[in-house]
């Protein structure tokens, strides 16, 4: 009867995994090819090689040759793509959920729900396969070369297989330099970490440290960086080189509101709803209970945003979004509301989150770090 049980309960831990598994099998479905750069890395091919391609992208662009050749030959094998993306895709879900696994079901379901929080529709803008290799990709390969650290940390056992997994995940996560830099500081962290327990670091810390300083320095050097942050500012925003400092930070986060709440995102509607019962059903009715339910009434509001403007005309000014934020007035209170709501639904997340997942004080921390 036991070994049914245990069987059971194995069962019950790949739900989530399975789950989203289903989720972004129709994803994939819905993914098409030749859209944005897609289509733009299909023709290249007929006119230059692939070490013309990264010359040209060093000179122009970013030095990322892992990256660039993927975006070179991917196009012309949509299925490959395809099948990689899915396998990694599950992948990366698969390790957030065990590196943050404990006895009970509440952290499978508020890692699931984070995980489907990401609003995956966005990717298609500048081509499925184009977005994929540069940031999904990037955020798996970050996890992988990060393992060794982890079992280090967890205290469990490191096989050589993990540094070879992990150098593999090193050398594609330096090759841009958003995963670069998020992995310097991983690796600056873990130092400080070493540093409180009187431990030397291993040889693959020193060489993943030494590594992805030198890709950081290659890619500031680069020719390309200047000439890529000048075509993009021409292309999507001229006035942006007039911004001040506050106007910048001002922009980085109204977008996130805008992806987030502001744009009838279901998932994330999902999530606040997912953790509000999650922590009603750990806590009942009390003060941590009212916290969990501002996300969910905050997703609320802005799903049905346009009915509520309908029904009370001046909440319109409370849903206040600036298309130029050369042009935002400094002086209305409204232009603050975007970002007030922002960090109302973050907090109240991060502070259920905190609660809901105390029995497990490091998975907790890699919820909170990932979230």
């Not at 995102?265 to 209970?289: E, H, S």
Request: neutral net charge; contains cysteine.
């Amino acid at each position: 009867m036991s070994k049914w049980k245990e069987l059971a309960q194995k069962s019950t831990e790949w739900i989530p995994v399975l789950f989203v598994a289903v989720v972004y099998f129709l994803y994939h479905l819905y993914m098409k090819a030749g859209i944005g750069d897609d289509a733009v890395f299909l023709t290249t091919s007929d006119y230059m090689t692939l070490p013309e391609f990264w010359v040209s992208l060093y000179e122009t662009f970013t030095p990322r040759f892992l990256i660039n050749s993927f975006e070179y030959s991917l196009p012309h094998a949509w299925w490959v793509w395809s099948v990689l993306n899915y396998a990694i895709t599950l992948g990366l879900f698969i390790i957030l959920l065990k590196w943050t696994k404990r006895s009970g079901q509440t952290d499978g379901l508020i890692v699931t729900a984070l995980f489907l929080t990401y609003p995956i529709a966005n990717m298609k803008e500048a081509g499925w396969m184009s977005t994929t290799v540069n940031y999904w990709w990037i955020l798996f390969a970050v996890l992988v070369a990060l393992l060794p650290l982890y079992k280090s940390v967890m205290d469990l056992e490191r096989r050589w297989y993990h540094y070879l997994f992990a150098v593999l995940g090193l050398l594609y996560a330096t090759d841009h330099e958003q995963g670069a830099l998020i992995l310097l500081l991983y690796l600056l962290a873990y130092g400080v970490w070493l540093f409180l327990q009187r431990t030397v670091p291993d040889g693959y810390v020193i060489v993943a440290f030494v590594w992805t300083v030198f890709r950081l320095i290659l890619a500031s050097v680069a020719p390309g960086i200047v000439h890529r942050n000048e075509l993009s500012i021409s292309l999507y925003m001229p006035n942006f080189s007039g911004f001040g400092p506050g106007e910048k930070i001002y922009l980085g986060l109204l977008h996130m509101t805008k992806v987030f709440l502001m744009g009838h995102n279901w998932v994330t509607f999902a999530f606040a709803l997912l953790l509000f019962l999650c922590v009603l059903g750990k806590f009942g009715y009390k003060i941590r209970t009212y916290i969990a339910f501002m996300p969910f009434l905050i997703s609320f509001i802005y799903m049905f945003q346009s009915i509520l403007e309908e029904v009370f005309p001046w909440l319109y000014d409370f849903f206040y979004t600036c298309e130029s934020v050369g042009t935002v007035e400094w002086h209305r209170p409204s232009t603050y509301f975007p970002m007030f709501i922002l960090g109302l639904f973050i907090a109240s997340s991060l502070y259920s989150l905190w609660f809901l997942l105390e029995e497990n004080k490091k998975g907790r921390t890699l919820v909170i770090l990932t979230y």
